[in-house]
Structures are given as structure tokens and as C-alpha cells.
């Protein structure tokens, strides 16, 4: 199938959302719903870029284009990089055949494993989960990502939020897992994507404030081709102090609205304008 953004073109003020997430990662609303909601919305442009999926990017556009709503291939893949973490937003590859498939494929894996390990030492400590059914019925009542244990916990009335629930999945032998910054980067260019560093801004929850310092030598390191300027979670001096590092080091940037479709994190329209370069570079022009 051809994409819908195969030689797409859109007007500077299109609203687009190139960062959203369903049920495949950690948002609330299956792909379905959520393609629904954007077409009813009258977005032009969207990337889903559920956390580590390569593999549902071409069944999300399947969906997409019975409503005519583009969906720029995507993903934003946990990553580390010399023991910080960091989020990369893929843009742009053949979701059928990259190098980014086997390298997500192996995160996602790992855990899973990681995630039936710690359900199997809660349960040995004597926490027991009759509702698991219930509880994670979008998944089909199956343990998908790590925070499922920290869910179920909460649903239990084991832990009084999801903090507490975190903090006693880290003590059951919860691990964060994720890929190399830098085999990342080279698997999205091997697969014909750009690579943009997710959210830089944020600071909270053990993300990496990425200030113009860190990213020169992240960037000294690493080709990255751009970075997340616009986010819920930028202020408006860290919007502008990171809109004036693209222009000065000629780097992408990219807008969007990190969804997860929970009330206050909801796609948000950004004029097409703003992410001119990137959007040309991946081949959707602005006229």
C-alpha cells in the first residue's frame, strides 16, 4: 500500500501531531479509537509513535487510510546514552522493512520477560490479582508492558498510586530496559528515517534535561538530526531556547502532543509551518 503522505502537501497552517500513543504502548484509547478521534478532529497530519511498536506502524495506517488521515510512519524508542536516558523519535521509515524492527523487537522482548518476572515475585511475596482480567482488559487481560504490574497493584488496593506501585515493582526486580542511543540512530538511518531526541525539556521521573550544553556533546557523538521543540511540557523560554539551537546548528524540529488521550494530555493541532524542514526532508511539501 502507498501511504497517504507519498508526495502529500499541505498548507503552513495544517494541524498536525507528529507524538501520540495508544494502546500498543501506554495511551488509553486503542489505535481505532484514537484515528476516530483525530479524523473528527480535522487533523491533516499525524504521527503514532507508540514507545518501542514498529511493528503496528503499517496496520495504524491501514486503519488511517480507510478515513483519509495520513500517518507518517513513527516511533519513539527508549534509549540510553552514557547512562542517560532519552527518548528518540524515528520519523519516516518503510514500517514493512528497517532496521528498526529486530532493534525494538529486542527491547520489547526483553521486557516482557522482565514484566513476567517481577508478576512471578509478587505473587511468591503473597500479592494476588483475581481482577487481572478486569483489570488489563485492553490487553486481553495479558501482561504487556511493566507498568501492568504497577496497575494491577493499584487496582488491588496493594499501593495507594502508581508511585508507591512503582517503587514496589523496582523492589520485585523491575529494570529499566531500552537500546542504544546510538544503534538507534544508525538503524533509523540505515531505514531511511530521521531521528529527533524526544522531549528534551522535561525533567521530571528521571528524564534527561537535554540544555544546549548536553546536546552539543550528545550531538558530538551521535548524529541526531533534530529535536522535539514543541511539547506540553516545554515552557515557553525552554521553546525558545531550544528553537534558537536548531536554527543556529540547522537541525530539525519537530511539534507534538506526547498523547496518550487522558484528559489534559490530548492531541493538539501545530501549524504544518513549524515542522517545514522536516516534513520536506521526509518528502510533504508546505505551500
Given at each position: 500500500?502507498?501511504?497517504?503522505?507519498?508526495?502529500?502537501?499541505?498548507?503552513?497552517?495544517?494541524?498536525?501531531?507528529?507524538?501520540?500513543?495508544?494502546?500498543?504502548?501506554?495511551?488509553?484509547?486503542?489505535?481505532?479509537?484514537?484515528?476516530?478521534?483525530?479524523?473528527?478532529?480535522?487533523?491533516?497530519?499525524?504521527?503514532?509513535?507508540?514507545?518501542?511498536?514498529?511493528?503496528?506502524?503499517?496496520?495504524?495506517?491501514?486503519?488511517?487510510?480507510?478515513?483519509?488521515?495520513?500517518?507518517?510512519?513513527?516511533?519513539?524508542?527508549?534509549?540510553?546514552?552514557?547512562?542517560?536516558?532519552?527518548?528518540?523519535?524515528?520519523?519516516?521509515?518503510?514500517?514493512?522493512?528497517?532496521?528498526?524492527?529486530?532493534?525494538?523487537?529486542?527491547?520489547?522482548?526483553?521486557?516482557?520477560?522482565?514484566?513476567?518476572?517481577?508478576?512471578?515475585?509478587?505473587?511468591?511475596?503473597?500479592?494476588?490479582?483475581?481482577?487481572?482480567?478486569?483489570?488489563?482488559?485492553?490487553?486481553?487481560?495479558?501482561?504487556?508492558?511493566?507498568?501492568?504490574?504497577?496497575?494491577?497493584?493499584?487496582?488491588?488496593?496493594?499501593?495507594?498510586?502508581?508511585?508507591?506501585?512503582?517503587?514496589?515493582?523496582?523492589?520485585?526486580?523491575?529494570?529499566?530496559?531500552?537500546?542504544?542511543?546510538?544503534?538507534?540512530?544508525?538503524?533509523?538511518?540505515?531505514?531511511?528515517?530521521?531521528?529527533?531526541?524526544?522531549?528534551?525539556?522535561?525533567?521530571?521521573?528521571?528524564?534527561?534535561?537535554?540544555?544546549?550544553?548536553?546536546?552539543?556533546?550528545?550531538?558530538?557523538?551521535?548524529?541526531?538530526?533534530?529535536?522535539?521543540?514543541?511539547?506540553?511540557?516545554?515552557?515557553?523560554?525552554?521553546?525558545?531556547?531550544?528553537?534558537?539551537?536548531?536554527?543556529?546548528?540547522?537541525?530539525?524540529?519537530?511539534?507534538?502532543?506526547?498523547?496518550?488521550?487522558?484528559?489534559?494530555?490530548?492531541?493538539?493541532?501545530h501549524r504544518a509551518e513549524i515542522s517545514r524542514l522536516l516534513l520536506?526532508?521526509?518528502?510533504?511539501?508546505?505551500?
Amino acid at each position: 500500500m502507498t501511504p497517504l503522505t507519498h508526495d502529500l502537501k499541505l498548507s503552513p497552517d495544517a494541524p498536525i501531531d507528529l507524538h501520540m500513543h495508544t494502546t500498543y504502548s501506554d495511551g488509553r484509547w486503542p489505535a481505532q479509537q484514537l484515528i476516530d478521534y483525530l479524523v473528527a478532529e480535522g487533523f491533516a497530519l499525524v504521527a503514532v509513535t507508540d514507545h518501542d511498536r514498529v511493528d503496528t506502524v503499517a496496520g495504524i495506517q491501514v486503519l488511517a487510510a480507510e478515513k483519509q488521515l495520513p500517518v507518517l510512519a513513527g516511533v519513539e524508542v527508549s534509549t540510553e546514552w552514557n547512562g542517560k536516558m532519552g527518548h528518540v523519535l524515528c520519523y519516516g521509515f518503510n514500517p514493512e522493512q528497517n532496521d528498526l524492527y529486530p532493534l525494538t523487537q529486542k527491547v520489547v522482548r526483553l521486557q516482557l520477560e522482565n514484566t513476567h518476572e517481577v508478576h512471578a515475585e509478587l505473587q511468591r511475596q503473597g500479592y494476588e490479582f483475581p481482577r487481572q482480567q478486569e483489570v488489563l482488559a485492553q490487553n486481553g487481560g495479558k501482561l504487556s508492558r511493566p507498568i501492568d504490574n504497577a496497575t494491577l497493584l493499584v487496582q488491588h488496593g496493594y499501593a495507594p498510586n502508581t508511585q508507591a506501585a512503582l517503587a514496589m515493582i523496582t523492589k520485585a526486580g523491575f529494570r529499566s530496559i531500552v537500546a542504544d542511543m546510538a544503534e538507534t540512530v544508525e538503524a533509523a538511518h540505515k531505514s531511511g528515517a530521521v531521528s529527533l531526541i524526544a522531549h528534551p525539556g522535561r525533567r521530571e521521573r528521571g528524564f534527561t534535561f537535554y540544555e544546549p550544553s548536553l546536546l552539543d556533546q550528545l550531538r558530538a557523538e551521535i548524529p541526531i538530526d533534530g529535536i522535539e521543540v514543541y511539547h506540553p511540557y516545554h515552557s515557553s523560554e525552554t521553546i525558545r531556547i531550544f528553537e534558537e539551537y536548531v536554527q543556529k546548528n540547522h537541525l530539525l524540529y519537530s511539534t507534538g502532543s506526547d498523547s496518550h488521550s487522558l484528559p489534559g494530555r490530548m492531541p493538539i493541532k501545530h501549524r504544518a509551518e513549524i515542522s517545514r524542514l522536516l516534513l520536506e526532508q521526509l518528502g510533504i511539501s508546505i505551500h
